[in-house]
């Protein structure tokens, strides 16, 4: 069976590997669409911490339900459409013994700490599998990162009275965004790309931030009565963006961390005090699968706008290539595997 692999840094290229096994608790996807992450794209950069090449990437799934295990329970069938959790948990660990297996020590996300779903066919447990009735194999591939974002502003209690700072206008912030405005709250984004930012405004977002051409910290000050955002989340993964949001968030304030920066980052530790924060780490998504398939289904938001070029299966390492020199412009990048 094809696959394809980071082999060394900048290197991608295709293999056999072996025909996936399916227990009486599996179910076997026959892949549609591969959604390229951020961590796949650190990947192949060799940037990414977590990962030992080479790797098959890919962890945000579509596809096909072309067999099942008989202890699989009757909501999954045989030709379903389904989307994929891509994670682990151990059940043992302090994060799984406080229901929080999401963020399990031990866990293996597909493409990242275990081989991914840039194949052919995966055969996965059925609980990790969501399907839907009503939503294309595009917008299935798009509910993993969407997840995400989701995830990062549920970790930020967002409510109707918040002011949300949005840095970062990629598929998993526009997933906190589209949460943090479901919510009832007022957005502000941040990126550097203008059409990201028109996008944002599309998704849920009242005013937008072109942190290149404006000065940020200024406007936000301008929109918030001179106090900053009441939540800032972080979806960027820079080391400009981790400290903008401890700039920008106002005292009593809450931050969420979604972004992987690259290197370690310093802080205005005696202004995080007197602004006694609190931070929070965002990791992958904590039972919002369902929610965010609900509400792709109820077609609240342009979601397959977020697409911003699709390649065939035999054009992954030029999707690689292109997505590392247009990086500023892509959203998400999908393979079209079957």
């Known amino acids: 069976m094809k696959a394809f692999a980071i082999k060394e840094k900048g290197v991608v290229a295709d293999i056999e590997v072996a025909e ?34 080479p790797r098959v990437p890919g962890h945000e799934i579509s596809g096909i339900v072309i067999d099942k295990g008989k202890s699989v329970p009757t909501s999954i069938q045989i030709g379903d459409k389904a989307t994929v959790s891509p994670y682990t ?70 409510c109707e009275t918040d002011t949300v700072l949005l840095l970062g206008c990629g598929t998993i912030g526009m997933g906190a965004l589209v949460a943090a405005a479901r919510k009832g709250a007022t957005v502000i984004a941040v990126d550097i790309d203008d059409t990201k930012l028109e996008q944002a405004k599309k998704f849920g977002a009242t005013y937008t931030i072109n942190s290149q051409k404006q000065d940020a910290i200024a406007v936000i000050k301008q ?13 960027a993964g820079t080391q400009a ?14 931050i969420v961390f979604i972004g992987y920066p690259k290197h370690e980052v310093s802080f205005d530790a005696p202004l995080l005090v007197r602004k006694e924060v609190n931070i929070y780490g965002s990791r992958n998504a904590l039972r919002v699968f369902p929610s965010v398939i609900s509400m792709f289904e109820k077609n609240e938001r342009p979601f397959t706008n977020l697409i911003t070029k ?15 020199e247009n990086t500023g412009k892509v959203s998400k990048i999908l393979i079209k595997v079957k």
Not at 22 to 44: A, F, H, R, W
Not at 223 to 235: F, K, P, Q, R, W
């Open 20 to 53: 996936p096994q399916v227990s009486t608790t599996d179910v076997l996807i026959e892949v549609n669409y591969i959604g390229l992450c951020g961590s796949d794209l650190n990947s192949y950069r060799g940037l990414m911490p977590l990962v030992t090449l």
């Open 89 to 158: 948990n151990c059940g043992t660990c302090p994060a799984c013994r406080a229901g929080r297996p999401n963020t399990c020590e031990f866990n293996q996300t597909l493409g990242v700490q275990r081989e991914g779903a840039l194949t052919e066919r995966i055969s996965v447990p059925f609980e990790k599998v969501f399907v839907s009735k009503k939503l294309t194999l595009e917008e299935l591939a798009l509910i993993e990162p969407m997840s995400v974002g989701y995830h990062g502003a549920n970790r930020g209690n967002v």
């Open 223 to 235: 929109l918030t009565n001179n106090e900053g955002a009441s939540v800032v989340i972080e979806a």
């Open 241 to 254: 963006t981790y400290k903008l949001a401890l700039d920008a968030v106002c005292f009593a304030g809450r």
């Open 310 to 324: 699709v390649f065939s299966f035999e054009q992954t390492p030029e999707a690689f290539r292109f997505w590392d």
